[in-house]
């Protein structure tokens, strides 16, 4: 379902969605787990968003009925925090979300579709993110799904050092089990679509290449298979495994890490065979997770905090435009005048000449600082009857 919803071309995506949208700022955020769209406009034209969406990523307009959540002010702010911290991951704590989450920024801010509400909010975000884990320390205990999977593997199987593993997929999520066998001194086979990924992949992370065909028809020795890939079919068959098992005598265990599965599920039929998905794996970790409740409700602690703090910040970025185009404004009548009254004068005495216009200027601070201040407190604490006012008052256009 993840699927279908997916950008595959991010440029592309960005320029759809800044062109007929009617969102001025986006920014997109796309892993395993979720496809996300955070956006800024003057309208809240959901339907608008979704018909981009769904020319973009080539789905049926009726395809969102079932499968979209949206957020919005507040609660979408509480949700950015969350996944900056980890408190939303398949694995609580995790470190891979807050690199994702900066990787998403970057690429919005660097085809300038993120303006100044979404580069604050994401910084502001970003930087809760590390606190939380800095304080908590949520992400020292957490387990990652290719950790748990190796140790899943260790606990089921006897001696596993001296057992044939082998790993397909170069990706994120491989790498993160070969890190994990690594640590154990555990020797595996690694093995890609692509073989030179599979030989830079054993130069950076660890483990011994091979040519994947070869690894295909190489089953019948495997004692354990972790499978990381994104590959749209099965890569591993009922009838590959069916083959390989009809010539071995011991069993073999698999586990499927991606998502969506790359393993016919089928093969948890067969016989000997031991299987896992990312899911059975997910769920473990996630009871392993719970020994931390505390750990997450200091979290959610500090996040209620700084959620204060963003709204402020969120609002104010609300309310500083009217305040410039209202300074901005006087000021121009303020030279308008001083140039004529020079004029009349005939002054042509530099000194006075300074002493005049900062007359002007401390008149004019002095009679808009105290309103303008007042406007921004009101604002920053939830009132927004005042910044309407005002726009009203000056014709400017707010938003909605
Ligand atoms: N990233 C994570 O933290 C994480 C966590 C849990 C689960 N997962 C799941 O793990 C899987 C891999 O994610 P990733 O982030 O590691 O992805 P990735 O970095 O994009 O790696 C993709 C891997 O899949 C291989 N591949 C792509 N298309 C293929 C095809 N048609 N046939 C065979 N191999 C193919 C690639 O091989 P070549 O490049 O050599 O072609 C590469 O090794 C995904 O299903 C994901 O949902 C990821």
Redesign the pocket.
């Known amino acids: 379902m993840l699927e279908k919803f997916t950008f595959r071309d991010m440029g592309s995506a960005y320029s759809s969605f800044l062109e007929y949208s009617g969102l001025q700022e986006c920014v997109i955020l796309q892993?395993?787990?979720r496809v996300e769209l955070f956006g800024v406009g003057n309208t809240k034209d959901i339907e608008r968003v979704k018909k981009t969406w769904a020319s973009v990523a080539g789905l049926e307009e009726n395809a969102f009925k079932e499968n979209l959540e949206i957020s919005e002010g507040t609660e979408a702010f509480e949700h950015l925090l969350k996944l900056t911290s980890g408190l939303d991951s398949?694995v609580v704590g995790?470190e891979?979300i807050l690199g994702q989450i900066k990787k998403s920024i970057n690429t919005a801010r660097e085809l300038n579709a993120s303006g100044n509400n979404l580069n604050i909010l994401f910084d502001k975000a970003i930087r809760v993110g590390s606190r939380v884990r800095h304080s908590t320390g949520i992400s020292r205990g957490s387990i990652?799904?290719?950790s748990m999977a190796v140790k899943l593997a260790e606990e089921n199987i006897d001696d596993l050092k001296s057992k044939h593993i082998l790993l397909?997929?170069?990706?994120?999520?491989?790498?993160?089990v070969a890190k994990s066998l690594k640590k154990r001194n555990i020797e595996f086979f690694i093995t890609?679509?692509?073989y030179?990924?599979?030989k830079a992949?054993a130069e950076t992370v660890g483990g011994n290449p091979i040519q994947?065909e070869n690894a295909i028809s190489s089953f019948k020795k495997v004692d354990v298979l972790f499978v990381?890939?994104?590959?749209?079919?099965f890569?591993v068959t009922y009838d590959r495994i069916k083959e390989a098992m009809g010539s071995k005598k011991t069993g073999m265990m698999i586990m499927d890490?991606?998502?969506?599965r790359?393993v016919d599920e089928r093969v948890s039929t067969i016989k000997r065979i031991k299987m896992m998905n990312?899911d059975q794996i997910a769920e473990i970790v996630d009871k392993n997770m719970r020994s931390r409740i505390g750990v997450v409700s200091s979290a959610e602690k500090i996040i209620n905090e700084e959620i204060l703090v963003v709204e402020a910040v969120m609002k104010r970025l609300e309310v500083e435009p009217v305040v410039k185009n209202v300074f901005k404004d006087i000021d121009q009548v303020r030279i308008k005048e001083l140039k004529k009254a020079l004029q009349m004068l005939g002054e042509t005495d530099e000194q006075k000449i300074r002493i005049i216009d900062q007359l002007t200027q401390a008149i004019v601070e002095g009679i808009i600082s105290t309103p303008m201040n007042n406007l921004r407190k009101a604002t920053e604490q939830g009132d927004s009857e005042l910044l309407k006012s005002v726009s009203k008052l000056f014709n400017y256009k707010i938003k909605e």
């Open positions: 892993t395993c787990n398949l995790e891979q990652s799904i290719g397909i997929g170069t990706g994120e999520a491989a790498s993160l890609s679509r692509t030179e990924r599979a992949f994947f990381a890939t994104v590959a749209p079919y890569l890490l991606s998502n969506p790359t990312l």
